[in-house]
């Protein structure tokens, strides 16, 4: 039997895009890219962007880790496509704050959707980075260029 | 006292007329298998990471505390002497329990790392020349790496890596064949973390010493389980962690021939490792306080002796026949589950299991046998070469002690399961 917590964590939406990932391809022609580094664990990612005027117009991503980090980083494209830099920031802001923040409850997740599956890692502390490293990893290419981002800094 | 217990457990077990391991008497002495995870009993699966401590060490360390603590080696007090002699007793059970010739080979450190990189900044860096070359294995913990390659880079000297088989073992072909006349120094790991392959050390010793080449032997994994004979092994230097040995955290033990210390500088500078001190000159006190400089961990010291006392009192060969067992009766439970594939298959291995389940993240197998109260390690150990070599980002990884019973093993089998159902 498995328990109601491993239920909430491994929601179907989760364990779907662990196997199905969206947007799981290099960009020939990106603009901006950065790479997602969990020492931990060993979860690796590369984040493919080009933004064009104030527009994400195609994303893509490539490499491993588990499945949380792996769903995270897939429905994080799949969330911020076509969508504005800033628009992309505000969810950065709001996903993280739903996994760290103490008033989770009191938070109004309407804006983030389907990412609210997530709001069961937080019962997982030792977890909350696999699912918060696509996100600083999209912010850190936004921001810049090439950098490597890790979770151990 | 410091026994001698070892030689009688080992000679009625070699012949065969081993009683049954009473593992479930030995568990009732670790107060925290006691402990419910989740409200489901621990199973604690992650020795190789760290051991849990038997009350007679826990007791030991409580005892040295409410009735014990002084300063050693400076008072003149009742309390400093009677510290003092536990200090030099638990050096005493350590050199025997190691088979070392002189208790002046054993010294005190913070770990396996701490002991790697005093060899390597003491004996390595005065000695090695740029054409110099160090041989590791490739699959050596990241502690009996990185000093190294600091070392490569303070004297120019090269490190060789000598390869691992598909099974595992190090390829002693390939090792032979990187040994010359440059090579200063062999560091070779007993047992892998993170694969449980046992080297043939002796062999591997012989091989290095033929080249005129010392050789330190990383015993992390071994001293806790196999028994450690110095002499026959005749490695010039041997370090081991007692935290993993049912011992507190914070202490650990560097062997080293007695002609290699005395010739080496001291590692760090300070109270007890001197004879006299003056601002023109300092003569540095004997082997081993010349390495043991400031404060030591006592409390540390006076747990290992405690723990190794333990240890003897059950004696180490039924402790390794046991684990044995445990280990055949694991890998033949974890090979009859769809998907999983166990790496590292070496002819001789320690209580270790690394495993990887279909298209299942370590990470995620580690999440889900913790919450059915199981602890297993799931990651890279601390050895990203080897896990490059096997071409996975990570592996899951079961280590056993004596405490450990097949009923565990039943329970990690079937947390295995509950793996399968969420990913199914
Ligand atoms: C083979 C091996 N060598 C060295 C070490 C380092 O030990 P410590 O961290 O206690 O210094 C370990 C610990 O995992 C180990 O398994």
Redesign the interface.
């Known amino acids: 039997?498995?328990?109601s917590?491993?239920?909430e964590?491994?929601q179907e939406l989760i364990?779907d895009h662990s196997?199905k990932p969206r947007n799981f391809r290099a960009l020939a022609d990106a603009n901006h890219t950065a790479e997602g580094f969990n020492p931990?664990?060993?979860?690796?990612l590369k984040l493919y962007l080009k933004v064009e005027g104030d527009v994400i117009q195609d994303i893509g991503f490539e490499g491993?880790?588990?499945?949380?980090s792996?769903a995270s980083t897939s429905m994080m494209t799949a969330s911020v496509k076509g969508k504005s830099v800033s628009e992309a920031e505000r969810l950065f802001h709001e996903f993280h704050h739903m996994l760290s923040g103490n008033d989770a409850a009191k938070m109004d997740l309407s804006k983030l959707g389907k990412l609210t599956v997530f709001a069961g890692v937080s019962e997982?502390p030792?977890?909350v980075k696999?699912a918060t490293l696509a996100w600083h990893t999209l912010k850190a290419g936004l921001e810049s260029d090439g950098k490597v981002v890790s979770t151990e800094e | 006292m410091a026994g001698f217990k070892r030689s009688t457990a080992v000679d009625s077990h070699r012949n065969g007329t081993r009683a049954s391991f009473d593992a479930e008497r030995h568990r009732k002495d670790f107060p925290i298998l006691n402990e419910k995870i989740?409200g489901k009993p621990l199973v604690y699966l992650d020795n190789a990471a760290t051991t849990q401590k038997p009350k007679p060490v826990i007791e030991a360390l409580s005892r040295y505390y409410s009735a014990g603590n002084a300063n050693i080696h400076r008072g003149i007090h009742y309390l400093s002497q009677k510290a003092t002699d536990a200090y030099d007793d638990a050096r005493t059970t350590i050199q025997q329990f190691l088979h070392a010739r002189d208790s002046r080979e054993i010294v005190f450190v913070r770990g396996a790392t701490e002991g790697i990189n005093l060899v390597a900044q003491s004996y390595g860096r005065n000695r090695l020349t740029p054409g110099d070359e160090i041989v590791i294995t490739g699959l050596e913990h990241h502690s009996n790496i990185v000093p190294w390659q600091m070392l490569c880079q303070q004297t120019g000297a090269r490190l060789r890596v000598a390869p691992v088989l598909d099974n595992g073992e190090v390829s002693l072909d390939a090792y032979e064949k990187l040994l010359n006349d440059r090579t200063k120094l062999v560091s070779i790991a007993h047992v892998s973390n993170a694969l449980g392959t046992i080297n043939p050390a002796k062999r591997m010793i012989q091989m290095a010493h033929r080249v005129g080449a010392p050789v330190l032997l990383d015993g992390a994994q071994s001293a806790p389980h196999l028994a450690v004979d110095l002499e026959d092994l005749d490695c010039d230097f041997f370090v081991f962690s007692g935290h993993k040995m049912f011992a507190p955290t914070g202490i650990g033990v560097l062997y080293g021939k007695l002609d290699l210390l005395e010739a080496m500088p001291p590692y760090q500078g300070g109270g007890d490792m001197i004879s006299a001190v003056s601002f023109e000159k300092t003569t540095y006190n004997k082997v081993p306080f010349k390495f043991e400089a400031g404060t030591p961990h006592i409390a540390g010291v006076i747990g290992l002796g405690r723990a190794i006392d333990y240890v003897n009192q059950i004696g180490i060969d039924s402790i390794f026949a046991y684990e044995k067992e445990l280990l055949a009766y694991a890998t033949e439970a974890l090979l009859k589950i769809p998907g999983l594939r166990i790496i590292g298959t070496a002819k001789e291995k320690a209580s270790i299991i690394s495993f990887v389940l279909a298209?299942?993240?370590?990470?995620?197998i580690g999440?889900?046998l913790d919450?059915e109260g199981v602890a297993i390690r799931?990651?890279?150990h601390c050895a990203?070469p080897l896990?490059e070599r096997f071409k996975v980002?990570?592996t899951a990884r079961a280590s056993f002690a004596f405490y450990n019973t097949k009923s565990e093993i039943d329970q990690l089998v079937k947390a295995i399961h509950?793996v399968l159902?969420?990913?199914g």
């Open positions: 039997m498995v328990s917590e491993l239920r964590l491994y364990l196997k931990l664990c060993g979860d690796k491993s880790g588990c499945a949380i792996k997982f030792v977890r696999c | 989740y298209d299942v993240h370590p990470h995620d999440t889900i919450q799931a990651g890279h990203m896990m980002p990570a509950s159902e969420v990913f």
